[in-house]
């Protein structure tokens, strides 16, 4: 169980000079320089699978043919570029003003939701989609400066934070093991490896990766987290350089995901920044009207609001970066940033960018502070020069931090109280429902409802905070979004 900030604070602290420890409290935290650098690399290497993700969910055509970054045709290394430049200054951003661990990037999501249905409804284009986004940004951001959005997060009870810490555990596990392809999808569930086995070179590099972290944690390696991560593309570069195994697909079960690692040209190259100022906020009110456009972006909003309340709760509980009413440290800086980043994603054409999960990586690897994240972003700006080294990392060789941190976060289970139902109850809905709904929303929305249904029912109902109630009535609305949708003619 992870140790708050003040009994992580050593005599040595008082002493130190240092004008960037005293700036970001390094040594009042618990930690060096050089832990806070080597948690913003690994943090950026389980992160930069979005450089390649965003473009792939995003280069599709709106509802007239066209594709983001202009022209006719996808333009994946502009939305790439786009991607990587609006996630590297909002993770600065975050470092710089809030001082917390945590970085930002297009959220995974979200960006579906943008491809698959706001710039397919009938006259939308994808500059509409984007103001939709800097619309539910600016919302957002409205929420923060009023102190709701902070006031909502502090009336969660303590436990279904801890269940919160944990479902993201088990959330983010399940994405380690899907990127990596140990367990994949098929149209009745999941299924393990090919075939039942580990039998491709690739699914072998996810393994070595994993085996190198643990064995680096038994052993109190420092940067377990990130040898484990360069042991495991190394295997990886020599594997593909001997079998040639391409990208995985229906037809090559056998090969990598998403991205190959080997080099092919220059690792340096010039962006094209061609998505930035595509968006229209006028626009979809004239195409869709007011009341759509609303609901549109009630729904984004929603995702954005409670992702980024977990996400904090994970990232605060696995560095001890919470009080004693289990508050993160700037916990208004740490929501204006991420309001911002929603719409900073949307004027850079990207898609709305939220706090990542993945962060708790670098937090695993030991970074308690905004350095961290300055390091994050320093490295996704180079990403938009050096994108063809930076891919080079292949999936199965970052996967293996997301698996170690789902193992850290789940510790947080010991501080549920698994014998009292009325906290039980509502924490094991939390836990359960994330990863199996595959959403961070629906697992808070469901331990908010079941813990509002088991007040009720033992008749304390007066326990509930105001603001919990608010929160239940807006997650039912949440969980019939689609009806209401079709109901006004959205959908």
């Excluded at 249905?117 to 009023?146: K, N």
């Excluded at 740490?334 to 980043?341: A, P, Q, T, W």
């Excluded at 994240?373 to 990392?393: E, H, Q, R």
């Excluded at 139902?421 to 924490?427: G, N």
């Amino acid at each position: 169980m992870s140790t708050s900030i003040a009994e992580k604070q050593s005599p040595a602290a008082a002493g130190s000079t240092s004008s960037i420890d005293r700036l970001f409290r390094i040594s009042r935290r618990g930690s060096t320089l050089a832990t806070e650098i080597r948690g913003g690399i690994v943090t950026f290497f389980a992160m930069a699978y979005i450089l390649v993700l965003n473009p792939l969910i995003l280069q599709g055509p709106d509802s007239t043919g066209h594709y983001l970054g202009g022209g006719t045709a996808p333009n994946i290394p502009a939305i790439a570029a786009g991607t990587a430049l609006v996630a590297g200054v909002m993770s600065i951003l975050m470092g710089s003003i809030a001082n917390y661990p945590i970085a930002l990037a297009a959220g995974l999501g979200l960006n579906s939701m943008v491809a698959s249905t706001i710039v397919q409804i009938p006259g939308m284009t994808w500059a509409d989609g984007m103001g939709i986004i800097v619309i539910e940004g600016f919302v957002i951001l409205l929420l923060v400066l009023t102190g709701l959005r902070e006031a909502i997060f502090r009336a969660v009870p303590r436990f279904l934070r801890a269940a919160i810490s944990v479902s993201l555990g088990l959330f983010i596990t399940l994405i380690g093991l899907l990127n990596a392809g140990l367990v994949h999808t098929f149209p009745g569930g999941l299924s393990f490896g090919i075939n039942g086995s580990v039998g491709s070179w690739p699914l072998v590099v996810f393994v070595f990766g994993v085996v190198v972290i643990i064995v680096g944690l038994i052993r109190k390696i420092k940067g377990a987290v990130l040898w484990g991560i360069l042991a495991a593309t190394v295997f990886a570069l020599i594997a593909e350089a001997i079998g040639h195994f391409g990208v995985r697909g229906d037809k090559n079960p056998m090969g990598w995901a998403l991205t190959v690692p080997a080099l092919n040209g220059s690792p340096v190259n010039l962006p094209d920044f061609s998505t930035l100022g595509q968006f229209s906020v006028v626009g979809p009110f004239q195409k869709v009207g007011v009341v759509a456009v609303a609901v549109l972006a009630f729904s984004i909003l929603l995702s954005d609001f409670f992702d980024t309340l977990g996400t904090m709760i994970a990232v605060g509980t696995e560095g001890g970066l919470l009080d004693k009413e289990g508050n993160p440290p700037s916990a208004r800086q740490i929501l204006i940033v991420d309001s911002m980043g929603a719409m900073a994603g949307g004027l850079g054409g990207v898609s709305s960018n939220t706090v990542f999960v993945e962060s708790t990586t670098g937090v695993a690897e030991g970074a308690r502070t905004g350095i961290a994240p300055i390091v994050t972003g320093t490295l996704f700006l180079l990403a938009t020069f050096l994108s063809p080294l930076f891919a080079m990392v292949p999936n199965e060789a970052a996967a293996p931090a997301l698996v170690t941190v789902g193992f850290l976060m789940m510790q947080q289970v010991v501080d549920i109280d698994w014998k009292a139902l009325h906290i039980a109850i509502p924490s094991f809905m939390t836990i359960a429902m994330a990863p199996f709904a595959f959403s961070i929303s629906v697992g808070i929305g469901a331990g908010f409802l079941t813990y509002i249904l088991v007040e009720v029912a033992r008749g304390k109902a007066r326990n509930i905070h105001p603001l919990m109630w608010g929160s239940g009535v807006v997650f039912v609305v949440y969980f019939l979004l689609d009806p209401i949708q079709k109901l006004l003619g959205v959908a």
